[in-house]
């Protein structure tokens, strides 16, 4: 059974770094267009970041310069590295894994930037 799983989440203060992983259990990892999504209170789920199989990568323009999405295909892991976190990145983290065929997500993780 294909699985996606999100880890690293939690509370932090304003302008301090949360790093999130998602492992996924699919067979051809590498093939996957992987992404991060987030979803507020009240808001639609948006993109935040991806990168394709071929390492190239996007993010929306509020987390330019502050977050890093990367992969590691031996280890079918996709990880966003946040930095200088505002309270407005506050939110339930979702990794997704997208093929032409297939469109699978995880459960989300909480991300929390207050003081």
């Known amino acids: 059974q294909v699985q996606i799983v999100e880890s690293g989440g939690g509370w932090v203060q304003p302008g301090g770094s949360l790093r999130l992983s998602c492992t996924a259990s699919?067979?051809?990892?590498?093939?996957?267009?992987m992404g991060w999504y987030r979803q507020a209170p009240g808001k639609q789920r948006e993109l935040v970041a991806r990168?394709?199989?071929?390492?190239?990568?996007n993010y929306t323009d509020s987390v330019k310069g502050r977050f890093t999405i990367s992969r590691d295909n031996a280890k079918n892991t996709v990880y966003l590295q946040m930095n200088s976190l505002k309270p407005e990145d506050t939110a339930v983290y979702y990794c997704?894994?997208?093929?032409?065929?297939?469109?699978?997500w995880g459960q989300g993780t909480q991300v929390t930037v207050s003081s």
């Open positions: 990168i394709t199989s071929g390492g190239s990568t």
């Open positions: 699919i067979t051809i990892f590498s093939m996957y267009t």
């Open positions: 997704n894994a997208r093929t032409f065929s297939r469109n699978l």
